[in-house]
Every structure is written in C-alpha cells, then in structure tokens.
Nanobody, 124 residues
Framework: QVQLVQSGGGLVQAGDSLTLSCVTS????????MGWFRQAPGKEREFVAVINWSRGGTYVGDSVKGRFSIARDNARNTVYLQMKSLKPEDTAIYYCAAQISPFFPIDQYEYSYWGPGTQVTVSS
C-alpha cells in the first residue's frame, strides 16, 4: 500500500508562486508515475501534471501549461508541483496520486493511490 503525504498548500495572492510536495512511503518507485490533480468546488477532478519516476519524463495539462511544472527528488521520495503566476481560477484542493504505469495517465480513475489533498486558495 503506497501512502502519500502532502504539504505546501495555503492562501496566496494572484501572481504568486507556490510549491506543493508529496512524499511517498514506497521505498522504490521504479515503474510508477506520480500525478497531480485538482478539484475546485462543484467541479470534476482535473488532471494537472504527471511524471514518470524512473525516466523523469513529464506531461502537463493544457490549463496550466507554461505556469506549472512537476519534478521529483529520488533521494527524498518526493514529487513537487511548482506553480507560478497563480490565478484565482487555480483555487482548488490539490491531490497527488501514484500508479504503476509505463504511460502518462491523465484520468483520475487510472490511479490507485491518493494523497489526502491540500487546499490552495488564490485571492485576486
């Protein structure tokens, strides 16, 4: 059972930057992809970004491309979501997720393991 612990959310102003962290309990993440999703009130959970842990390749969703990036720290078993130029519409609960996959899954139903979520609020 992969456990994911998130940190880094909070209240920021539009234009600010924020980095979210997700630490995994799994000793080795070879074969896993780590994804970030977000869910705003009254909306469906939305794909944000995904990283292949072994190869480091990434894919970022169109709605945040150019502003958000995903990275990992192998030594710390941690994946990061680096968010820049934040907008009020980025306000949501952000979740990290993990799945064994050779692809870049963007559907939440393809992920088996989830973090508890962390709130990000962007004020205008």
């Amino acid at each position: 059972q992969v456990q994911l612990v998130q940190s880094g959310g909070g209240l920021v102003q539009a234009g600010d930057s924020l980095t979210l962290s997700c630490v995994t309990s799994e000793r080795t993440l070879n074969g896993y992809v780590m994804g970030w999703f977000r869910q705003a009130p009254g909306k469906e959970r939305e794909f944000v970004a995904v990283i292949n842990w072994s190869r480091g390749g990434t894919y970022v969703g169109d709605s945040v491309k150019g502003r958000f990036s995903i990275a990992r720290d192998n030594a710390r078993n941690t994946v990061y979501l680096q968010m820049k130029s934040l907008k009020p519409e980025d306000t949501a609960i952000y979740y990290c997720a993990a799945q064994i996959s050779p692809f870049f899954p963007i559907d939440q139903y393809e992920y088996s393991y989830w973090g508890p979520g962390t709130q990000v609020t962007v004020s205008s």
